[in-house]
């Protein structure tokens, strides 16, 4: 199998200073946009670091919970913006403790990358990010987390991170958000609350996390040491140029905005009934 992490040329994107920051529709775009261009072998691999501020963000599975306006009126009134993401699982926090990244690869006959492969692909990425550590980095369900999920990044049971992928034909992007610092604990009560108000006792046919705010922390709380966002992104980055890679500046050129404008639209629709006011018409 091809080694992701060792000798190749990565194009980097940023949202944090661009005009895509202040919409996060426009993350989820972008992020479908490299996928497009980077599977059609119109760009090279790509390392996606998008940051968010006050976000939550839901799966589609959420918005077939039975009192699913009662849990975003509790959410608006938090205050936080909310979307619904183009990839699978539930309901995740991003805010300025947390670092969101994507990992975009192309897929070939030769080197086929399976969902198995994708997840211990990021594992492997985070475990030597932190290989300073002597905390062990573990990949089990935390049942009682947001968004729980087979490939949860833990340490000592306690949750960090999730992880999620998106595929097209020949593309994959592999995305994980994790949490640095802030008030983790605040952000888990905020999605036990969500499902609370959302589901109001009912049974359904889909499976909710009842979710404990104490299964999860941040990294900095974990490895005991002060940590940013932007540390994290830069140990990340750090992998890749002690394994040989080449890392160059992404560029936001014409054939990425037009696929960018294609998923835009596709996220706005996807959005329409949980933010009809929030966004402008698509041009």
Known sequence: MTNYLKNNIYHIYDTSNTAFG????????????????????????ALYFWPMEKLVILGMMDTRLPHLEDGLRYLRNVPTDIVVRNAGGLA?????????????LPETEKAKLTIHDGYVLMKELVEQAFSDSEQVIEAFEISNSYCPGDFDLSINGKKFAGIAQRRFKNGVAIMIYMSVNGKQEQRGEMIRRFYEESLQGEETRWHFPAVD????????????????????????????????????????NQRLMEEYEKAYTKMKKRNEKINQDHYPEAD
Do not use: C, Q, W, Y
């Open 22 to 45: 202040a919409d996060p529709l426009a993350h989820f775009a972008m992020g479908d946009a490299l996928i497009r261009l980077v599977g059609n072998a119109e760009a090279p691999a």
């Open 92 to 104: 995740v926090v991003a805010d300025e403790g947390i670092l969101n990244f994507s990992l975009v």
């Open 213 to 252: 705010p104490g299964s999860m922390a941040n990294l900095a709380e974990l490895l005991d040491k002060p940590l940013t966002v932007a540390d994290v992104k830069a140990r990340i980055l750090s992998v890749f140029t002690k394994n040989g890679n080449t890392l160059l500046p992404g560029a936001f």
